[in-house]
T-cell receptor, first 111, second 114 residues
Framework: SQTIHQWPATLVQPVGSPLSLECTVE??????LYWYRQAAGRGLQLLFY??????ISSEVPQNLSASRPQDRQFILSSKKLLLSDSGFYLC??????????FGQGTRLTVV | AQSVAQPEDQVNVAEGNPLTVKCTYS??????LFWYVQYPNRGLQFLLK??????LVKGSYGFEAEFNKSQTSFHLKKPSALVSDSALYFC????????????FGPGTRLSVLP
């Protein structure tokens, strides 16, 4: 069966420090991968998506970047965090025509 | 571009009463529609989807949704609400373009009162 792992669950980082959030998927091949950010428990903002290894599309220009070094691995990064990067980050995967499967999320607090 | 609206920020209902969470959409072509639920500090859980077929879609935990093409609506319903249904509910439409991204509504917070 398919599973999605996202870690860490919570993270507290100082302003100006780097960030790396990792998401891995098991039980499927060539999934579409997504990073969303959710602020204040409300709507989801699509940050990045990927349809294949090395293929990254950015929806919102900001202080973050994403990479897909392997088929089932999706990484969200930042070189220098800002206070405004705080939020709840969700990774998701899907196949064409199917539903999205979400990870459990990472609560990032930048202090 | 695809878009989803959830006109109610908050819905309150008494336990045992029927509940409805509203969703309207705007798409080009046939819609792929979804409902998800989110509990605090958790990821989104899939409830149900409409791709094609019957307009009444049955999903998890006793939820169902009615697809209405003429009104471009996809309202979520449950005949008898439980306190444990209290959560944040998202309607979503799947884009047909590159990446087939999911466009989510702003969410509706459902509170079921005992």
């Amino acid at each position: 069966s398919q599973t999605i792992h996202q870690w860490p669950a919570t993270l507290v980082q100082p302003v100006g420090s780097p960030l790396s959030l990792e998401c891995t998927v098991e039980g499927t091949s060539n999934p579409n991968l997504y990073w969303y950010r959710q602020a204040a428990g409300r709507g989801l903002q699509l940050l990045f998506y990927s349809v294949g290894i090395g293929q990254i599309s950015s929806e919102v220009p900001q202080n973050l970047s994403a990479s897909r070094p392997q088929d089932r691995q999706f990484i969200l990064s930042s070189k220098k965090l800002l206070l405004s990067d705080s939020g709840f980050y969700l990774c998701a995967w899907s196949v064409l025509g199917g539903r999205a499967f979400f990870g459990q999320g990472t609560r990032l607090t930048v202090v | 571009a695809q878009s989803v609206a959830q006109p109610e920020d908050q819905v309150n209902v008494a336990e045992g009463n029927p509940l409805t969470v509203k969703c309207t959409y705007s798409v080009s072509g046939n819609p792929y529609l979804f409902w998800y639920v989110q509990y605090p500090n958790r990821g989104l859980q899939f409830l149900l989807k409409y791709i094609t077929g019957d307009n009444l879609v049955k999903g998890s935990y006793g939820f169902e949704a009615e697809f209405n093409k003429s009104q471009t609506s996809f309202h979520l319903k449950k005949p008898s609400a439980l306190v444990s249904d209290s959560a944040l509910y998202f309607c979503a439409v799947r884009d047909i373009g590159y990446g087939q991204n999911f466009v989510f509504g702003p969410g509706t917070r459902l509170s079921v009162l005992p």
